[in-house]
């Protein structure tokens, strides 16, 4: 990624050939590469053009390329221009059907509790994810994971109540 941050300045590669890779690859196998993943997210997010097709490339990338939940959900707190698609995107594919042995479909709760979790760890709105939870969905430690995140919540505006009454007192210091 190091060697990529250099290169890229003096013109290695560009988002639009990135793009046709992954479309190369997409006609070739069944879904994204895990092939660079990371660093493709890296050359579409920052030397993009920024339009939400891009953006749903770039969570994909991070979902299914670099499977990892915590990155997606990162990239969807930064890029706020195409946050909602991006946030239904990671509700989507974190309450993915899946049959169980009777041929009804269910919601298995395990990835959208990494959902939340990822969310409050990156200060994402849990309130509106808990209202998409659906009915008869069980998430495993859901009390839990809550609570932890609103500790965390407190503990971040205490340490902000703080650091502003010390910065107040050294205004006054000097």
């Known amino acids: ?58 969570l994909e990338l991070y979902l299914k390329g670099a499977q990892s939940l915590m990155l997606a959900v990162a990239y969807a707190q930064r890029a706020r221009e195409h946050s909602a698609v991006l946030w239904e995107t990671l509700v989507e594919h974190c309450l993915g059907q899946k049959a169980d042995d009777d041929g009804e479909s269910s919601v298995d709760g395990t990835l959208f509790g990494s959902l939340l979790e990822a969310a409050a760890l990156s200060g994402a709105d849990l309130a509106k994810l808990v209202a998409r939870i659906p009915p008869g969905m069980q998430v495993e430690g859901l009390r839990p994971r809550l609570v932890a995140a609103v500790a965390d919540y407190r503990l971040k505006v205490q340490l902000h109540a703080t650091a502003t009454a010390v910065a107040n007192n050294e205004k006054l210091l000097l």
């Not at 560009?14 to 993943?37: D, F, N, W, Y």
């Open 1 to 58: 990624l190091s060697f990529l941050k250099v290169i890229l300045k003096l013109g290695a590669i560009g988002p639009v050939e990135v793009g046709k890779m992954l479309e190369i690859e997409r006609r070739g196998g069944a879904g994204v590469s895990r092939t660079l993943a990371l660093e493709l997210a890296y050359i579409a997010e920052n030397y993009g053009d920024d339009r939400e097709s891009d953006a749903q490339l770039i």
